[in-house]
């Protein structure tokens, strides 16, 4: 699947919060995929301020996805799912110490799957994510694997 990219990205900052929100939603729902440009340091290291995210419609949402969601302030946010509950989930930043607030899955807009800059370009697509976001929040589970754990750790110095 070739993904077009345009010359001049989106970015949070170029238009309302609000408005890429309906935006976003509405190039997804049509099948397409849409680019932008990431912006605050709550998901570094895997996503940095200035990397380019490309978002995807949502089939099914897992633990360990990036999401595009509406946040309770009505703010954008891309942060990995941690925890899914009856009618709602739990999301936090992989630099961010304490969960975020439940959202409905209402609010949950896309599913990152492309991540690009300084230097490097790779998917997040399942399994990759979901590795990711385990060996990110939760470490002590890969004690048992010292390959995969060192891959990680590689993964983490590339990225850092």
């Known amino acids: 699947m070739i993904l077009p990219f345009t010359t001049k990205m989106?970015?949070?900052?170029t238009i309302r919060g609000e408005d890429f929100l309906h935006l976003?939603?509405?190039?997804?729902?049509?099948g397409k995929t849409i680019p932008f440009v990431a912006?605050?340091?709550?998901?570094?290291?895997?996503?940095?301020?200035?990397d380019t995210v490309i978002l995807w419609?949502?089939?099914?949402?897992?633990?360990?996805?990036?999401?595009?969601?509406?946040?309770?302030?009505?703010?954008?946010?891309?942060?990995?799912?941690?925890?899914?509950?009856?009618?709602?989930?739990?999301?936090r930043g992989d630099a961010c110490l304490e969960d975020d607030e439940p959202v409905p899955?209402?609010?949950v807009v896309g599913r990152a799957i492309r991540v690009s800059g300084r230097g490097y370009n790779f998917h997040l697509t399942f399994p990759f994510s979901y590795l990711i976001g385990?060996?990110?929040?939760?470490?002590?589970?890969?004690?048992?694997?010292?390959?995969?754990?060192?891959?990680?750790?590689?993964?983490?110095?590339?990225l850092g």
């Open 10 to 13: 989106i970015t949070v900052d």
């Open 39 to 50: 912006s605050g340091p709550s998901m570094s290291p895997l996503i940095a301020d200035g």
């Open 24 to 30: 976003a939603a509405e190039v997804l729902r049509k």
């Open 134 to 158: 385990l060996g990110i929040l939760r470490p002590s589970r890969f004690r048992r694997y010292p390959v995969l754990r060192s891959v990680l750790k590689r993964l983490a110095r590339l």
């Open 105 to 107: 899955f209402a609010s």
């Open 57 to 91: 419609q949502i089939a099914r949402i897992r633990v360990g996805d990036v999401v595009l969601l509406r946040s309770p302030s009505g703010l954008p946010m891309l942060h990995r799912v941690v925890r899914k509950m009856k009618d709602s989930v739990v999301t």
